[in-house]
């Protein structure tokens, strides 16, 4: 059986909770929770805990810049 090889090119690197979130975006807590629950960030909730991927947030905040 071939050995199996991670690419770490292809990693998603997830941002887990509303205060990492926050930290991210430059926002307090509720500030941030607010924008998840209306579903203004691109984020989805996970056994009762928000998660976002990193990429998809700066992409989201470059795409709204522009």
């Known amino acids: 059986m071939p050995a199996v090889t991670e690419n770490r090119g292809d990693a998603i690197d997830l941002?887990?909770?509303?205060?990492?979130?926050?930290?991210?975006?430059?926002?307090?807590?509720?500030?941030t929770f607010h924008l998840l629950s209306t579903g203004q960030l691109p984020a989805k909730k996970v056994g009762g805990r928000w998660v976002a991927e990193r990429g998809k947030l700066i992409r989201f905040f470059m795409e709204t810049a522009a």
């Open 15 to 31: 941002i887990w909770g509303v205060e990492a979130v926050a930290k991210i975006i430059g926002r307090t807590e509720r500030q």
